[in-house]
């Protein structure tokens, strides 16, 4: 298993531009997050999905957009780069269920630098 | 003011003491606690958690909740150059989407 992947592992983008993060799970996930670290800040939840077609916004959802459209896919979007967003994005999936399933697995990290 | 407050350090130990990390948090739904490790330029790993209040131990690490003081706790025994990382704590209320609320990490070296 490769567990979760991320798609590119680094990026700089100029402001105004464009993008889309891939993030990949092999493990039959049905809950996806999507999460930006900063300096001093911790992890923020930016979006996350409970299952295939759903998306919610989490704790600094502005600026980005997010897709499920395949349960092991769940896409983050940039539609127009700012340097606020500066940050690595950390996706990560959790199983639905028992109270054990709490655990979410992460993925290695994209980094991305917008100018 | 942040839900979950932990202190970044860096902390800096030599090898074979005794850490003590720590985190306090103001919300008190939270029910799941739990202590992510993560290494350089990698992704955070779950070490340790804690269901409620009370103690657990698993190998070096013990971690600990009180509730009634909103503070939590991560020891690690007989430190060692590879526990060098930074340490998330996380927490999460019992029902719902189950996102996890996370402290800003604390950056731990243990000098050889």
């Known amino acids: 298993n490769a567990g979760v992947t991320q798609t590119p592992k680094f990026r700089v983008l100029k402001t105004g531009q464009s993008m889309t993060l891939l993030c990949a799970q092999d493990?039959?996930?049905?809950?996806m997050y999507w999460y930006r670290q900063d300096p001093g800040m911790g992890l923020r939840l930016i979006h996350y999905?409970?299952?295939?077609?759903?998306?919610a916004k989490g704790e600094v959802p502005d600026g980005y957009n997010v897709s499920r459209l395949k349960k092991q896919n769940f896409l983050l979007g940039l539609e127009s780069a700012a340097p606020s967003q500066t940050s690595v994005y950390f996706c990560?999936?959790?199983?639905?269920?028992?109270?054990?399933?709490?655990?979410?697995?992460f993925g290695p990290g994209t980094r991305l630098t917008v100018t | 003011q942040k839900e979950v407050e932990q202190d970044p350090g860096p902390l800096s130990v030599p090898e074979g003491a005794i850490v003590s990390l720590n985190c306090t948090y103001s919300?008190?739904?939270?029910?799941?606690f739990m202590w992510y490790r993560q290494y350089s330029r990698k992704g955070p790993e779950l070490l340790m958690y804690?269901?409620?209040?009370g103690n657990k131990e698993d190998g070096r690490f013990t971690a600990q909740v009180d509730k009634s003081s909103k503070y939590i706790s991560l020891f690690i025994r007989d430190s060692q150059p590879s526990d060098s990382a930074t340490y998330l704590c996380?927490?999460?209320?019992?029902?719902?989407?189950?996102?996890?609320?996370f402290g800003s990490g604390t950056r731990l070296q243990v000098q050889p």
């Open positions: 804690t269901y409620s209040s």
């Open positions: 919300n008190s739904a939270f029910q799941y």
């Open positions: 999905s409970v299952g295939e077609g759903t998306t």
């Open positions: 996380a927490m999460t209320v019992a029902a719902g989407r189950r996102a996890l609320t």
């Open positions: 990560a999936s959790r199983e639905w269920g028992a109270k054990s399933s709490y655990e979410q697995y």
């Open positions: 493990m039959n996930h049905e809950y």
